[in-house]
C-alpha cells in the first residue's frame, strides 16, 4: 500500500473545464512534488513545494495552478488544458533532511491519469 | 547534453544471470544518485539510493557510484522474471531539483 494518496486515479476533462487533482501524504515529509509522465517517457518536473512553500516552478503554463493547503496535502487545479496535456500526473514527497537538504529519496503515489478531450 | 542518459534498451538478460544497467549526468555538483523501477501502468518505486563514490549493496541490488567519471549503475543480481521493468536513473542536482533519466527497458528472459 502506498503512503501517497492520489485522487482521482483517472480523470476526463474537456478544454474548458476546471478540474484538481489532490495527494495527500502521512510520513511527515516537509517536501512535496507534481511530476507529468508521458507514455514511454521520465517524469517531467512541474513543482516543488518545501515546508508548503513554492520552491521550483520548472516554467509550468498558468493552466496549471498548484496549491499546498497543509504539510500533507498537495492540490493540481487545472484550467483551459490542451489535449497535449494528457499524461500520468505523479505526486511524490521526500523528508526533509537537516539544514533543509533535501534527501532526494522520493515516495510517489498511483498517479491521476489525465485525459483532455 | 541531457543532464541524465540513459541507454534505453531493451535489454534483455538470462533468468538468474546479472542485469547490468548504466547512467551518466552531466552536473558535476549532482550528490544524490537514485534508482527507480517503474513497472507498466505504475508509478516509479524507489529501490536504490546512493551519495559516495562506491559500491552500496541492499540483497540482490548494488549500486554503483564514481563521482570522477560521472557514473552510476545497478547491477541485478540472479535475476527474476519479476525484475522485468523499466528503470529509471535520477539525480538531485545542484538546483536541488531531481532530474530524471529517459530510463532503461529490462527483459528477464524465463
Known amino acids: 500500500d502506498t503512503e501517497v494518496t492520489q485522487t482521482p486515479k483517472h480523470l476526463v476533462m474537456g478544454m474548458t473545464n476546471k478540474k484538481s487533482l489532490k495527494c495527500e501524504q502521512h510520513?511527515?515529509?516537509?517536501?512535496m512534488y507534481w511530476y507529468k509522465q508521458k507514455a514511454k517517457k521520465p517524469p517531467e518536473l512541474m513543482f516543488v513545494y518545501s515546508y508548503e512553500k513554492l520552491s521550483i516552478n520548472e516554467s509550468v503554463p498558468s493552466r496549471f495552478s498548484p496549491e499546498c493547503p497543509n504539510s500533507s496535502l498537495l492540490n493540481l487545479h487545472l484550467h483551459a488544458l490542451q489535449p497535449e496535456d494528457s499524461a500520468l500526473y505523479l505526486c511524490?514527497?521526500?523528508?526533509?533532511?537537516?539544514?533543509?537538504?533535501?534527501?532526494?529519496?522520493?515516495?510517489f503515489g498511483e498517479g491521476s491519469r489525465l485525459t483532455v478531450l | 547534453q541531457k543532464e541524465v542518459e540513459q541507454n534505453s534498451g531493451p535489454l534483455s538478460v538470462p533468468e538468474g544471470a546479472i542485469a547490468s544497467l548504466n547512467c551518466t549526468y552531466s552536473?558535476?555538483?549532482?550528490?544524490?544518485f537514485f534508482w527507480y523501477r517503474q513497472y507498466s501502468g505504475k508509478s516509479p518505486e524507489l529501490i536504490m539510493s546512493?551519495?559516495?563514490?562506491g559500491d552500496k549493496e541492499d540483497g540482490r541490488f548494488t549500486a554503483q557510484l564514481n563521482k570522477a567519471s560521472q557514473y552510476v549503475s545497478l547491477l541485478i543480481r540472479d535475476s527474476q522474471p519479476s525484475d522485468s521493468a523499466t528503470y529509471l536513473c535520477?539525480?538531485?542536482?545542484?538546483?536541488?531539483?531531481?532530474?530524471f533519466g529517459k530510463g532503461t527497458r529490462l527483459h528477464i528472459l524465463p
Open positions: 552536473d558535476r555538483g549532482s550528490q544524490s
Open positions: 511524490a514527497s521526500s523528508q526533509e533532511g537537516t539544514s533543509g537538504t533535501n534527501t532526494g529519496e522520493l515516495f
Open positions: 535520477a539525480v538531485l542536482n545542484r538546483d536541488d531539483k531531481i532530474i
Open positions: 546512493i551519495y559516495s563514490n
Open positions: 510520513m511527515g515529509h516537509r517536501a
